[in-house]
């Protein structure tokens, strides 16, 4: 019971594979981030004229990933544009997060009491002073552990790449179980890097979280 | 650069099939849902209790539930069950995967309401005669809902998006699924896929509408 076909040029291969998923999580974060920032930012300040933005980005959290990217990995073949199966993936992830990251920021900016902000444009900061030197700083701090839950959703949404064909961690451990036949084991290997990795990201989280607590 | 011509008319024949599926996806996710509740306020009551059994128990549960792909947690009902022998089929897989992953991360969000009943609702309601399952029943778990009701919410979105991955483990009667054939037989893919996001669309919202229609009992004070 205890033999096994499991080799050690097969937990490289899965390991191939967790470097693709934390790539793809990486990549698709940074997009994310930086267009929620920006989706975020304007939704706080300007809620009214950005009520479109609103219902566009709530699609994408209203329809299954895995849709996403068959539609997205569809559109790209009809549209003729020549890009690889992992640029695409990056694109619709990139898109997933800033969805949400657009309500995290949103939700970190208005967070900060306006009086605040009054009393930062009273002492003769101009508009986009206040916004970066008050605002700013505050609402990271509120917005820091949604962000790190989105981080650790993302990561575990990357196994749904495998549908356009990436081999991403499960992808690769799956193909290890249709070789050796074996798939409690492989599986079991799988989920442990996996658990492993979202470990050590809330963990860093947790620790970022006290850290900056700290100095309040 | 655009030289396809999309075929609506043939997708939309398919229309009645996938409002099939989308029934099933419904189903699956509603039930999911609810078991999934159930074992979530299971979950918490073992976690502050005093066996360590089953502490441990609650404990591994949500950790696993929370720190692993729900796609991985379908995928090793559906392949690791086998090595023991059980072989279970696909919608079993999804359905227990789903409930898995909806008890672990409700179980977190009651724990979080569970410390907003103040102490003293459920020694009040002990001193007035409650046994302590009557005085949980009628008095915490109300309390409990309504602090976790926008949480649940959410979950039960994310419930729908979940039953998608049931195509991976071959499920073929769900919405998701019955694009898939239909993408297979045609290659239609977009069009087939579009409709698929568009039904997805409604029913998330048709399940957060229906809980706030359902929620009138929570906030009716």
Excluded at chain 1, 38 to 62: E, H, K, N, Q, Y
Excluded at chain 2, 184 to 198: K, P, S
Aim: net charge positive.
């Amino acid at each position: 019971m205890f033999e096994t076909s499991f080799s050690w040029g097969d937990l490289q291969y899965m390991l191939q594979g967790a470097w693709v998923t934390i790539l793809l999580t990486v990549i698709s974060m940074i997009i994310g981030t930086l267009a929620g920032v920006v989706c975020g930012m304007a939704r706080a300040l300007l809620p009214r004229s950005t009520i479109p933005l609103a219902w566009v980005l709530d699609v994408f959290r209203s329809v299954p990933l895995l849709i996403q990217f068959v539609l997205f990995n569809a559109l790209k073949s009809i549209a003729g544009l020549d890009w690889s199966a992992f640029t695409v993936a990056c694109i619709v992830l990139g898109l997933y997060v800033t969805a949400y990251g657009t309500e995290i920021v949103r939700s970190g900016v208005l967070s900060v009491p306006l009086n605040l902000r009054r009393a930062s444009r009273s002492l003769g900061l101009s508009y986009w002073q206040d916004l970066r030197q008050i605002v700013m700083p505050m609402a990271t701090r509120v917005a820091f552990p949604g962000w790190v839950n989105l981080l650790l959703s993302v990561m575990k949404d990357t196994a749904l790449v495998m549908w356009i064909g990436i081999v991403e961690l499960l992808r690769a451990s799956q193909t290890i179980v249709t070789r050796i036949q074996e798939p409690l084991l492989v599986l079991c290997i799988a989920g442990l890097i996996y658990y492993v990795m979202s470990l050590v990201i809330a963990r860093i989280g947790a620790r970022l979280e006290t850290r900056w607590q700290e100095n309040d | 650069m655009f030289d396809y011509t999309f075929q609506w008319r043939a997708a939309f024949k398919a229309l009645p099939d996938m409002l099939q599926g989308a029934w099933v996806t419904f189903e699956t996710a509603a039930l999911s849902m609810i078991l999934g509740v159930i074992i979530a306020l299971c979950l918490v009551f073992m976690r502050q209790g005093k066996n360590l059994i089953l502490k441990g128990f609650a404990a591994t549960w949500i950790s696993i539930a929370r720190n692993t792909p729900s796609l991985f947690q379908v995928y090793i009902l559906y392949f690791g069950l086998g090595s023991f022998g059980i072989h279970i089929n696909s919608w079993v897989a999804l359905l227990a995967g789903i409930t898995i992953n909806n008890a672990g991360y409700l179980a977190e969000n009651f724990r979080g309401g569970l410390k907003a009943v103040p102490d003293t609702q459920l020694r009040a309601a002990r001193s007035l005669g409650m046994s302590a399952p009557q005085a949980y029943r009628l008095i915490v778990i109300p309390q409990l809902l309504r602090i976790v009701f926008y949480p649940m919410t959410n979950q039960m979105v994310w419930a729908v998006l979940m039953t998608s991955m049931g195509v991976v483990v071959g499920l073929n009667n769900d919405l998701t699924g019955v694009t898939q054939n239909y993408n297979v037989m045609t290659f239609r893919t977009f069009e087939f896929f579009a409709i698929a996001a568009v039904l997805y669309y409604l029913i998330a919202k048709l399940i957060v509408g229906l809980a706030r229609l359902l929620s009138w009992r929570l906030f009716r004070y």
